[in-house]
């Protein structure tokens, strides 16, 4: 389900873009001057094995039906895939678990006064799109994990529906207690919004997809353009997965057969009050029938109607009613054994279930990791041979709640800590630019991977093309300057909405994700109509992106898996954590603005908080390049399992406050954005929600989250010396 | 046809604001300490007369019935003014002038292809609001002064039709040659978009009222609220106004029975192409017919639909054919002799004619220019001489051209040149805040009046209630700081669109331009709708601001025609000029970056325009402060003669380039704005076109000018010094 770039020019925020730099020297971060020798030959062979004909071929077949979680095709691609990976000649088996996954029985949705008008909540099928016509195989438009609920209220427009939406609604007077809101996709994840809803008192709660952002005002609809028609709906989940991912009813530890389960009725994470999506096409008469003020202009969307607020005299019903049966789940997972260093794991997984046909979403991620299998089968018969372990997973049950993954995670969570080197994940594929996301320990290197790509259309590198987008974007001249400068390009820091969170928030496994796009764009998110039809007509038509996507994430689990040393550099995260703390300390001060009295104490304190990290990584980086010349082998394993650890040393036993599942210091989604990173984020929301004495505990935290870190470090350069040259 | 203010909050430029400063001493700028006692007693008596109700019934006549220049109604006001001004006891005439206006005869919009449609052009009556159905008297929707024409082409969308939107064109590969271009209201003055149309080749023009700027997005319509319906219409003048506004047949002459004219085929200030303006309701469907490529984000409107730039495939059928005959206009005027120097003029005019009923555009400003007239006649029948001549006019013909001030003017320009004080401007009034835009010479002057002057609705002080405006309103910390602190609050240069024009910038005689404004809002500037109904339901319902304007003006009035010494003050002028020559620095060394050769030397140039200004002022400040005690009466006239001088120091005799008729060195209308203001506009516009040469040349005419200017003021201070107390 990763989330869905937003339309509109210079999308900022959701592209994480790779690292600029000097042109590559030969030398390969962690590799002898010999080793890297024989691995770029390695490298090489394998770049020239992903077909975009291969690509086309897995997609035709894996979105030929709808394939949501307990679906016949859903069970029927895990199997396909199954097979795949052994023909491939690769080790692979189903993993197992059973969850709590709704489908909807009933839902209703009418304006009941002052005009009566029944919502039609149906995507009809589209003339020459052979799959939109399966309606009797399609899950139906709703938002997963709503409560059952039947519910009559006036109706009150809430704009995104996030906290500072209610506070404007203060501030103008209107209160949504005992009220439906309707709030618009975007702004937040869409969980968030009936979540900040009941919290302040509605008992109901729409979500539609407002054409300004998400339909005609983009383009033309499908099927004459790429973007959201009138009857467009999307679907998603609404779990509270800010608390914690995966099964509502087994938080912690894996859904396996006889796992502990909560009641339903006591699972947090399911919503308070009942939520369903519209399409444009059925909230324009709800919309259209509000009056009290008028919408603030930011409010406004792309609909031919003055925006009012109400409450009322809309009035709207709304029932929701889902059956609560536990569905099974199929995680396919193949295994490469490491030829030397087998207990060390490189993962690589995409989901493979959809929320109809996902051809997109998540297909056209899915089918690049295949396509990297097959590669790896061919250099096995060559005589490759990994280092280390390689697991390739194709998740189940990611639309949901990221359950295939989490569920893995929890399951086999004590081997990981132990074990896990790195974990490289895909989502959606598209036309455009690499976008990378992930641990700062790993941008040096996703930046040397990047400078070996070519990008399909420019010849240019895909490395040297994202950094002149981040050129042509940066918002400053300081940015600017930046991105021709600066050696590596940035990688952003990861929130949530996608099966990276578990490797890197629950467990602390390094972490990259990884897809191109930015070009073009869209509206079939969760849709019917994101099928093989649409992505072959208006998206990576010849699937030349999903072979650089597979040429690039499959040349980066190789070199992680062939490394003699973890290609980890520490310099890019101390220098990406000094800045996190120059935003909180802005933060602060800005807040300070109002509370003037506390300042002094948690300023000293967020600064204190600061001052590690850097030297110990500058040691680090200093051993890696006088050593790496001849790597005597128990020394170098011992090495990489101090290395190993370093990801590991940022997370807290306890978590982040209400929320331990999340225990990643540095890295989190945000309570209130869902998808959206916090990073430092027991600071960040302590300080943004003016809670002082948490924030004081929570510097104390990250700080010695830090220390721990910064004494790993120095751990890994003394091993490193003393392997010397 | 007062520029209809952007009803989008914070509308920055259109509200020139009136000053803040140390609380009133008691003496007031230009009296003698004893005659200032005197005069304030004749304000306060002056500022008890005017009423709502008398404001009230004034509309209710005036608005009754279309009354266009040429109408029945039109003819039938002027009389009706006439006598009422005569029943005031005031001393007044008609003056009569013949003009070209034309009127519309055929006028054809039609969708040809790919499908055919024809577009309404008619603005529907409303139940309830009497006057809208008075269709026979209505002038049915046009634009004036569109050549006539008959043209069938592809239909190409151009946003505003400014010139940066053809440079967007330019890069999207579109061309409008041979089209016809639609393109929006807003974003500049109305004419500028045919004549920049036609400049690009295009041979057609239609012009259209957003939803999204004017219309639903903003509110519920009309008769549901105050905002632009479906099918409403804004009429308005195409005229090139920046070349000369007027009659086009006699620049620079008055438009007398025996003037000499162009041909009609001669006159420059028609437009090159037929031009009609629509409704959204009838755009529509012309925008939705278009494809191409699709609009770029800031281009897209409120409409439910996919903006697609064209050309083509729609194919549109313009005609458009006028009634070329001269039309009479009759300007209304009223003179109060002055007593002590009857050569000696204070001007306060707003025009009466109407596009149609026009109740809010002229009449809320002229029922305050009447009521002020009435007062006028109380204070005289109560002993008041005032010390000048006061002229009050309601001119005929401003919606077409600012024909009646225009053609006035011009008939006596050597008499204004030589008598001219001051000319005081309304157009409209609405519920608000004060707005003041005019000369930097009369900023302290009205900043002292507005002191005086309650707000009506919160027992402020109408400057206290500006300024609290201008702090909230500010855009950098900086003009926040100072909205706090000067002592008056700054008023905005004026460019064009009202009947201030002729008496600042061809003749140069001191203005102001007031009116109250900014809270609510509305749609019906130039439509039917805009009548007594529309006004009295939403806008300033109980006349109250109505009242505010008549004290406001009515006090400025009689403070200029009363003061001993004209109260002119230069220090605000010079330091304005200043912050004009800042900004063209800025400018030039923007376009520096692409031409940095001629840089040295315009650079220098600029800097030595700006030298001079002060310093005399400052002396003429000090001679000002020290002097007005015993004033003899000949030197007085002898220095009110010289100060009258200053503004007009301020004119070449050769005009701006390309437009003789604009002789203003530092105020103009922008060639390509139409109604926004180019300050120091011979220099600032030679600079946007790179136009080095001409550049040059402007600015030794500029410097000239202030050079001038300053001699005038080191007079004044030297004949006050003399004077000295």
Same mark, same amino acid.
């Given at each position: ?23 590559? #020297? ?7 001057? /010999? ?18 004909? !291969? ?16 679906? *016949? ?22 993993? =197992? ?43 139906? #438009? ?70 300004? /952002? ?78 009290? *003020? ?29 059956? &609560? ?19 060390? &794991? ?8 959809? &929320? ?5 979403? *998540? ?77 700062? %320990? ?15 259309? =420019?010849?240019?590198?895909? &490395? ?10 940066? %918002? ?5 300057? /930046? ?14 909405? %996608? ?71 520490? #310099? ?21 603005? #109002? ?19 850097? /030297? ?29 650890? %370093? ?21 989190? *989604?945000?309570?209130? =954005? ?18 002082? !004495? ?32």
């Amino acid at each position: 389900m990763r989330v869905m770039a937003r339309p509109i020019a210079a999308c900022g925020l959701g592209l994480l873009l790779i690292a600029l730099a000097p042109a590559p #020297t030969g030398d390969l971060r962690g590799f002898t001057a /010999e080793s890297a020798k024989v691995q770029l030959e390695w490298d090489a062979k394998f770049r020239a094995i992903p077909s975009p004909d !291969s690509l086309r071929e897995y997609m035709r077949r894996l979105s030929a039906r709808p394939h949501h979680v307990g679906s *016949p095709y859903d069970k029927d691609n895990a199997e396909w895939l199954l097979a795949k990976f052994k023909s491939f000649g690769l080790d692979a088996h189903v993993e =197992t678990f059973d969850v709590l996954f709704p489908t909807p029985k009933e839902r209703v949705v009418e304006l009941v006064a002052p005009t009566t008008f029944r919502a039609r909540l149906q995507e009809p099928p589209v003339p020459g799109d052979p799959t939109s016509s399966q309606q009797t195989e399609q899950l139906p #438009t709703y938002n997963a994990y709503s409560i059952d609920g039947d519910v009559t209220a006036p109706l009150v427009y809430v704009n995104f529906g996030v906290p500072a939406d209610y506070e404007r609604l203060a501030r103008l007077g209107v209160s949504v207690k005992g009220a439906i809101v309707i709030a618009r996709y975007f702004g937040s994840w869409r969980g968030i919004k009936p979540k900040v809803a009941a919290e302040h008192g509605a008992i109901g709660c729409l979500i539609y997809a407002d054409p300004r /952002e998400d339909g005609y005002a983009h383009g033309d609809v499908y099927p004459q353009g790429p973007w959201r028609p009138r009857d467009g709906v999307q679907r998603g989940s609404v779990m509270d997965m800010p608390l914690y991912p995966g099964d509502p009813l087994t938080p912690g530890v894996g859904a396996t057969k006889d796992a502990k389960r909560l009641p339903v009725s006591e699972a947090p994470t399911i919503t308070k009050i009942p939520v369903l999506p519209i399409s444009y096409g059925d909230a324009q008469p709800l919309l259209a029938a509000l009056r009290g *003020p008028v919408a603030p202009a930011e409010w406004r969307g792309g609909l031919g109607i003055t925006y009012h607020i109400g409450p009322g005299p809309a009035k709207v019903h709304l029932r929701v009613k889902s059956d &609560w049966s536990l569905k099974p789940l199929y995680d396919v997972i193949a295994r490469i054994p490491g030829a030397t260093a087998p207990d060390e &794991w490189v993962i690589r997984g995409n989901h493979h279930d959809a &929320w109809v046909n996902g051809a997109e979403d *998540p297909i056209s991620g899915l089918v690049t990791l295949l396509e990297e299998a097959r590669g790896y089968g061919q250099l096995l018969k060559q005589g490759w041979k990994p280092r280390r372990t390689i697991i390739y997973a194709a998740w189940d049950g990611e639309e949901p709640a990221l359950l295939g993954s989490t569920e893995w995670v929890e399951a086999h969570a004590d081997e990981l800590a132990a074990k896990g080197v790195a974990y490289l994940n895909s989502d959606t594929n598209n036309r455009g630019y690499l976008d990378v996301g992930g641990s700062h %320990s790993l941008e040096a290197f996703i930046n040397d991977v990047a400078r070996d790509i070519d990008d399909p259309e =420019t010849k240019l590198s895909a &490395w040297k093309r994202a950094q002149l987008r981040a050129i042509a974007d940066a %918002s400053s001249a300081d940015q600017r300057q /930046e991105a021709r400068q600066r050696a590596d390009l940035r990688i952003d820091a990861l929130g949530s909405g %996608s099966d990276f969170t578990p490797f890197l928030q629950h467990v602390g496994v390094a972490t990259l994700n990884l897809g191109f796009g930015g070009e073009g764009g869209g509206g079939i998110y969760h849709s019917i109509y994101d099928d093989f039809k649409w992505f072959t007509t208006f998206d990576d038509t010849s699937f030349v992106y999903g072979r650089a996507l597979a040429q690039t994430v499959g040349t980066a689990v190789l070199r992680l898996a062939d490394a003699e040393v973890v290609p980890y550099q520490f #310099t890019a995260f101390g220098e990406t954590v000094g800045r996190y703390v120059k935003e909180v300390e802005k933060l602060l001060q800005e807040k300070q603005d #109002t509370v003037r009295e506390r300042n002094r104490q948690l300023d000293e304190g967020v600064f204190s908080a600061t001052a590690d990290p850097r /030297e110990p990584s500058v040691a680090f980086a200093k051993a890696q390049a006088n050593g790496g010349a001849a790597l005597a082998k128990p020394e170098v394993q011992a090495l990489n399992a101090t290395l190993r650890q %370093s990801e590991r040393a940022l997370m807290s036993a306890s978590g982040l406050p209400r929320r331990p599942w999340y225990r990643h210091q540095i890295y989190a *989604p945000g309570f209130y =954005t869902g998808y959206g990173v916090k990073t430092l984020p027991g600071v960040r929301e302590a300080i943004e929600q003016k809670n002082w !004495s948490e924030a004081e505990q929570q510097i104390a935290a990250t700080a010695q989250a830090l220390a721990a870190h910064t004494s790993v470090i120095g751990r890994a350069a003394e091993q490193l010396e003393k392997l010397g040259p």
